[in-house]
């Protein structure tokens, strides 16, 4: 079983960056796909970008390319999402998740979830 624990949200001015951690338990973390996913007050879940299970392969929402960057490390259990020239749209409750069995931008392919970290952007 992979337990899934965010870290790394905060309030940041606008224009600034934060780099979000999700450290995995288990053994298997490397067999997931792993997406982070965001919520803002009263908008639905939204997908933010997802990378296979070597990291070899990546893919983001249309909006957040070029400024969001995905990434693994599975000798240390851990995915990070880079997120640079934030903006106060992208305030909201950040989760990872993981898919053992499928690699997408749908929430409904994802199994496992973390509790979520709050990112903040100041104007």
């Known amino acids: 079983q992979v337990q899934l624990v965010e870290s790394g949200g905060g309030l940041v001015q606008a224009g600034g960056s934060l780099r979000l951690s999700c450290a995995a338990s288990?053994?298997?973390?490397?067999?997931?796909?792993m997406g982070w996913f965001r919520q803002a007050p009263g908008k639905e879940r939204e997908f933010v970008a997802a990378?296979?299970?070597?990291?070899?392969?990546?893919f983001y929402a249309d909006s957040l390319k070029g400024r969001f960057t995905i990434s693994r490390d599975n000798a240390k259990n851990t995915v990070y999402l880079q997120m640079n020239s934030l903006k106060p749209e992208d305030t909201a409750v950040y989760y990872c998740?993981?898919?053992?069995?499928?690699?997408?931008?749908?929430?409904?392919?994802?199994?496992?979830w973390g509790q979520g970290t709050q990112v903040t952007v100041a104007s």
């Open positions: 998740a993981g898919s053992i069995s499928h690699y997408g931008r749908s929430s409904v392919m994802y199994d496992k």
């Open positions: 990378v296979n299970w070597s990291g070899g392969s990546t």
């Open positions: 288990g053994r298997t973390f490397s067999r997931y796909a």
